[in-house]
């Protein structure tokens, strides 16, 4: 048995494994379900640079087979990760709740299934994976009813139509080619021919970029995110969406090939897509800017960093697809981090995720907040976090390659990050500490050993990007892209370096002779927080805030201009359809003469059809 | 051989010491400067030239209040962006970090400044240092509409992210500020250039009259000294990074300040008439003219780079 069939297994009969040992213990099943999603990250850490192909079974004429190369193992190191720290994380935060055997259940047989996308050689595999992720992540989104189910439900009903498309056009591929290896599809995309190969491209965007919540496919991501539980969140945001990434990499450079990509003819697909890309930058981030509840806006951030993806990856040139592949792996970090501060929050405060109604936990929740700061300024993209260099790198290729609207519209985004990412942070850990929280405690440690990990991924790849851009300029190159000149420091090239180590030395530097600086002055006095400076007026206690509308003169400017007209359309679309099913509905009156008459109707139809079909 | 790269890596390792000391005495001579010119359009005398320095050295002698940690590391946090943001600039051609990324990290680290003063002023729990912030954001927000505009125009046009290739460029086929295509990028930069440095009529986050001095309410002391010394840090940015892209930089640091006075002056003049907007009007100015120039210049150069 090869150890990729083996990592599946032992990931999907952990899954029900721990299940079933949710009956008997709940502590050896917490154990059970710490150590099987560990164990996966161990297997894949060490097929690292042992790439293979095996047939696991014979389906009858298509051989379903697994495979491992640098992009699977990239992504498949990525899920394990954040699958194992996310259930750490739900130990305390799932505790105490109902049906949380069934919650650990889904969440392993998430990870699993992910696995099993990454690692399959073929699309009926491929097809068979997502949809067990698919329908295990819906059941996690609604997981706490009420709101949950109807979030959903959205979520769902766009996963389906994504999952036809894809159904389609893998059937095309079949009935074209007769195979759905992915390899031996390889050579016939450079035969195809380009309209086809659009056909192809169109049906697989409609399939990844729903679940990628590309816009105008958005629209089911926010209301799931934010009703997910918030270990899920994590897991949801940071790659089960990214899926969709993975989806686009194998499409796009494995199967069709970077040539036929990027010189699809007249249509232009790749510049398209980065339009698409650049949009989806833009308005999801400033809509972000406008949400109250706190895993609402990042949800919109999710929405709004897979635009930096989809440019970097559309341009389809080498830093340009590095940028792009790197910052998945940087967003996975980030916003699993953020959605865990979230969660370790809401933990505490018993549930409360309104931005309006916290304030001032930072002196109360100390370690969260520094995962909060580090996740936000990931999501930023401040130098020294990992979020910079990838940014650093698809800015310098839209700069280099000519296109400043693109760049704009990138780094236009950045601004409205900072924004809507500084009331975040300003809204739950600073300003004023309502009285109602001031008891509070700090979260456990099996919520702060995962905030800690993620927020040293997020430095270590700022400050030593080399580690991770290796794997992904061997991606990169066996895209067949030119090999990019990486060092452990970031980038070397003639048109601009990037060298993090420099900057962080000199602004550790900076920052202790300032620091020193500041000592030569007198000492200071700590106060707490009611003793502010009001110039002269009264300060009522507990009813001195500045945190409900922040940005109230920009809301009021820009709130006409950012309707989310897709979601307003499908919103439009599913009440029509329900209002026409409501009318149908109506010719079911339960009274039998009614009935009786429609069959004679319906007899005296097929009658005259009969007749007019004579004549 | 080796004494040669010896005394390249002393000389360098000079230049990293000497250039933030230089922004700042050259920052601080700015400050002076403009409280006198002030004074002279007021028809008072003024302080005295050096009185930002007697400030300083009077507020690290005074007693501050602290918030907590973060209210201290965040003006840290700030002054150091501000001075790593210079490492990265040309002065003359005294230039020490340039080789290690070039504008957007420019443009990145420009960021970590009123990052910095954010979170610091968002500890001390103040409404009046929030409403400040909030608003510092929302200008930065609006000004920076048209500066990525401007910037991504003179990279485009140079094809380069790196400033100190720009100065050459420009020493050879004449200041860009007068050629045809970064015209209008850089009057557009003029416009927005009291925003960028908290000037009037931008002087929206501080309003000492509305939100007793925003951000800077709950500094006292030593704090107040350290944001003193950020915002002359600020002010030597925004104008070095105009002299450097639009006015052919400086052959050597002499006539690199030249320009800069020549510059600042023009922001202390605009300074000393125009009332503070309000920031509604604020933002609907930045994106209404400024913007308009740069997007025009933009695809200007566009058209020309086909």
Known sequence: ?615 | MITGALVHWCSDALKIFVSPILAFIIGIFFLGLSRKIMARIHWRYGPPLLQPVIDIIKLFSQKGISHGGLFNLGIILSIAGCVVVILFIPFGWMCPLSASGGMLVILYMMLLAPLGMALSGGEAANPNISIGISRKLILSLAYEVPLLLILLAVMTYYNTISVVKIVPEQQNAGWSLFSLPLFLPGIAYILILPAILGKRPFEIVQASQEISSGPMAEYGGGFLALATIQHILNLFIGIALFVNLFLGGGSNPFTFFLKMLAVFVITVFINAVFPRLRIEQAVGYLWRWPTMLALIGLILVMIRCK
């Open chain 1, 1 to 615: 048995m090869s150890s990729l069939g083996l990592l599946l297994i032992i990931a999907f009969s952990g899954a029900f494994i721990t299940y079933f040992l949710g009956k008997i213990s709940l502590k050896s099943r917490d154990f059970f379900a710490v150590f099987i999603s560990s164990v996966c990250v161990a297997i894949i850490a060490r097929l690292h640079n042992s790439y293979q192909k095996i047939v696991y079974f014979n389906f009858f004429d298509l051989p379903l087979t697994l495979r491992l190369d640098t992009l699977s193992w990239f992504f498949a190191i990525a899920i394990a990760t954040v699958g194992a720290l996310s259930i750490i994380f739900s130990l305390s935060y799932i505790k105490g709740r109902e049906r949380t055997s069934f919650y650990y259940l889904m969440m392993l047989l998430t990870n699993a299934a992910m696995l099993g996308i990454v690692l399959s050689g073929d699309l009926v595999s491929f097809y068979v994976f997502w949809e067990i992720m698919s329908w295990s992540a819906f059941l996690l989104i609604s997981y706490n009813r009420g709101p949950a189910l109807a979030a959903g439900m959205k979520y769902i009903i766009m996963s389906v139509i994504g999952s036809c498309a894809m159904l389609i056009a893998v059937l095309s591929l079949y009935a074209a080619y007769g195979t759905l290896t992915i390899c031996e599809l390889v050579p016939f995309a450079a035969s195809a021919s380009s309209g086809y190969i659009l056909f192809l491209l169109i049906l697989f965007f409609i399939a990844f970029g729903i679940k990628n919540a590309v816009w105008p496919f958005h629209s089911w991501l926010p209301p799931a995110h934010s009703e997910a539980p918030s270990p899920f969140s994590a897991v949801l945001s940071g790659i089960l969406v990214r899926m969709g990434m993975y989806g686009f990499l194998l499409v796009f450079f494995t199967i069709v090939g970077l040539k036929v990509f990027v010189g699809l003819g007249k249509t232009n697909f790749h510049y398209v897509l980065a339009w698409i890309g650049a949009i989806n930058i833009v308005i999801p981030t400033f809509i972000a800017m406008l949400q109250n509840d706190s895993k609402r806006l990042l949800a919109w951030h999710g929405v709004g960093q897979g635009g930096y993806m989809i440019l970097g990856v559309a341009l389809g040139s080498s830093l340009g697809v590095a940028g792009g592949t790197f910052h998945i792996i940087n967003h996975t970090s980030y916003i699993a981090l953020l959605f865990l501060v979230v969660g370790a929050v809401e933990y505490r405060t018993n549930g409360i995720r309104d931005l309006n109604s916290l304030g001032g936990l930072i002196k109360k929740m100390p370690v969260t907040f520094i995962g909060a700061l580090v996740g936000a300024c990931g999501l930023i993209g401040v130098p020294l976090t990992n979020g910079f260099v990838s940014k650093w790198l698809i800015y310098k290729t839209l700069i280099l390659d000519k296109h400043p609207f693109l760049a704009f519209a990138a780094l236009l985004g950045t601004w409205g990050t900072i924004l809507s990412l500084y009331k975040f942070l300003h809204n739950i850990f600073l300003g004023q500490l309502p009285e109602k929280y001031k008891d509070i405690k700090e979260a456990p440690f099996s919520m702060k050993f995962p905030i800690i990990i993620f927020s040293g991924i997020i430095i270590l790849f700022g400050i030593l990007p080399g580690i991770p851009l290796r794997v992904i300029n061997a991606i990169g190159t066996s895209f067949g892209l030119k090999s990019l000149n990486v060092t452990i420091w970031g980038i070397a090239s003639e048109t601009g370096t990037l060298n993090t180590i420099n900057i962080f030395t000199s602004l550790l530097a900076v920052g202790i002779i300032i620091w020193l600086i500041s000592r030569f002055g007198r000492k200071t006095a700590a106060v707490n927080q009611d003793d502010n400076y009001a110039a002269g007026a009264y300060v009522p206690k507990d009813k001195y805030y500045y945190t409900v509308d922040f940005y109230n003169p920009l809301y009021r400017m820009i709130t006409p201009y950012l309707r989310d007209f897709a979601d307003e359309f499908y919103m439009r679309l599913a009440r029509w359809g329900r209002s026409l099913c409501g009318k149908l509905r109506r010719i079911y009156t339960g009274d039998i003469g009614n009935y009786v008459m429609y069959i004679v109707l319906f007899l005296a139809l097929l009658i005259a059809f009969k007749l007019w079909g004579r004549i």
